[in-house]
């Protein structure tokens, strides 16, 4: 099984499904792909070893961000995609003024209005009401570190620079999907 499996490269395609074995199923008019995993985008630190141009979403990375209305924590742990859930909605935890969100979505290719809606939804509902601002603010924090990331990559061996600058350009570009707000999660 395994040379055969050897033959499906990663790309835009249907998900690889394991139920009773390795299923995959699908149109495929020139070579057989599968995405790797819901998050893709970021298969570079999953251990995939490649930064691919097929990302349809953005996540942020980890931080800590204080302002006069409490500490915001974004954590990087995966989204959860499962039956009646929305990977993309992280799990809020709030702990007197720190809110803590499991993972926040930055960009959707496909559905643009997406993760500013859903930021805003998550923000509405435990009472902050800077949601706007702070967005705008976590984008920025998060396109600096990409481009910190693509600058340091510099002084690295090729592969490795070629990799991370990939990997960097990518992301931006799947974190400029974010156009409007949409009501809906």
């Known amino acids: ?30 070579e ?11 298969g570079i630190f999953n251990g995939w070893g490649f930064a691919s141009s097929c990302e349809v979403f953005a996540l942020s990375i980890g931080f800590r961000l204080k302002s006069a209305s409490g500490s915001l924590v974004i ?22 003024d720190e809110i803590t969100l499991s993972h926040l979505l930055l960009g959707h290719r496909r559905f643009p209005k997406l993760p500013r809606g ?12 800077d949601a706007e601002a702070t967005f ?10 990409l481009h910190q990331l693509a ?7 090729p592969r490795l620079r070629h990799l991370v600058r990939s990997l960097a350009g990518y992301q931006l570009e799947a974190m400029s999907y974010n156009i409007g707000a949409s009501e809906t999660m």
């Open 1 to 30: 099984m395994a040379p055969i499996i050897d033959l499906v490269n990663h790309g835009l395609g249907p998900s690889l499904q394991g139920a009773d074995g390795i299923l995959l199923q699908g149109l495929f008019p020139n």
């Open 32 to 42: 057989i792909v599968t995405r790797y995993g819901p998050t893709d985008p970021l």
């Open 75 to 96: 954590g990087r742990r995966d989204p959860v995609f499962a039956p009646g859930r929305n990977g993309f909605v992280p799990e809020v935890t709030v702990t007197g």
């Open 118 to 129: 859903i930021f805003y939804r998550l923000m509405c509902d435990v009472g902050r009401d």
């Open 136 to 145: 705008d603010l976590l984008q920025h924090i998060n396109r600096t570190a």
């Open 151 to 157: 600058s340091a990559a510099e002084g690295a061996v």
